[in-house]
């Protein structure tokens, strides 16, 4: 269900001059030990951006997911971008959540960066009624302004596509905002806050239980530390 979304995704950052990269063969796709689920993912070479990645896992009609997550140049202190779209055939569940993934939780960085998501969230309260996050800490790598729903009405699944493309088209003004405004937080402090951000996710990342029951503990080890978050190991 989330191939539309991956293909407006990949016309995005084809449209923005992205090249996409050769993923490790290990990663690039692999089917689950009972063979119910392939997952499969792409690197992308996008100006401004030192590494921008998607996952998506189909697990035909019990499990769909879209991840995504864009890292910038080390010279912006831009917020990273945060995609994960997971739909739960058996609850008839969406997950979605779409946040620009703060470095730091300040009000200056805040007013700089969050105007365009801050409208976009008020305009989709549907996504947005999510609060509670067990696993994550809502003060760390998460605006107050992101889309976060859990929804089993079907409601929020009309809204997402429009969202998306709009939570898309709001992300790429960021850049220009950053580039009209000198980063203000020094490259090698970016460069240590997005080190965390991998370091701090692969512990918190709810996927782990879900991976290793499709694909065993050892690839899921290894797919979350050498691809996902490889800054952690
Ligand atoms: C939640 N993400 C989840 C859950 C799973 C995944 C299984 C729990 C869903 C539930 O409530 O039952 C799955 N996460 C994945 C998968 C990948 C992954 C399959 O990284 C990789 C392919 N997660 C992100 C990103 C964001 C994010 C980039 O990877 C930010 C936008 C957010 N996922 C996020 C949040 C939750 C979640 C906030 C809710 C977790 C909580 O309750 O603390």
């Given at each position: 269900m989330f191939d539309p979304f991956l293909e407006e995704l990949h016309q995005s950052l084809?449209?923005?001059?992205?090249l996409p990269l050769q993923v490790n063969q290990d990663f690039q796709e692999h089917s689950s030990i009972k063979g119910d689920a392939v997952i499969r993912s792409w690197l992308w070479n996008v100006p401004g951006y030192r590494r921008w990645r998607v996952t998506r896992l189909d697990g035909a009609e019990k499990l769909q997911v879209l991840?995504?997550?864009a890292y910038p140049e080390y010279c912006s202190d831009m917020p990273l971008m945060g995609i994960d779209l997971l739909w739960f055939g058996i609850r008839k569940q969406l997950v979605a959540v779409l946040d620009f993934q703060p470095?730091?939780?300040e009000q200056a960085y805040f007013d700089r960066y969050f105007q365009g998501l801050k409208t976009l969230n008020s305009r989709f309260p549907e996504l947005s009624r999510e609060t509670n996050m067990r696993s994550f800490d809502p003060n760390r790598y998460f605006s107050p302004w992101l889309l976060f729903c859990k929804d089993g009405s079907g409601e929020a699944v009309k809204s997402l596509p429009i969202a998306f493309k709009e939570f898309l088209d709001c992300y790429w003004k960021l850049q220009k905002i950053s580039s009209l405004d000198l980063s203000q937080i020094p490259a090698e402090e970016v460069k240590q806050l997005q080190i965390e951000y991998d370091v701090y996710s692969v512990d918190r990342d709810?996927?782990?239980g879900l991976f290793s029951s499709y694909f065993g503990k050892s690839w899921s080890h290894r797919f979350l530390h050498e691809f996902l978050f490889p800054a952690s190991s």
């Open positions: 084809l449209a923005r001059g992205g991840n995504s997550v470095l730091v939780q709810p996927a782990h």
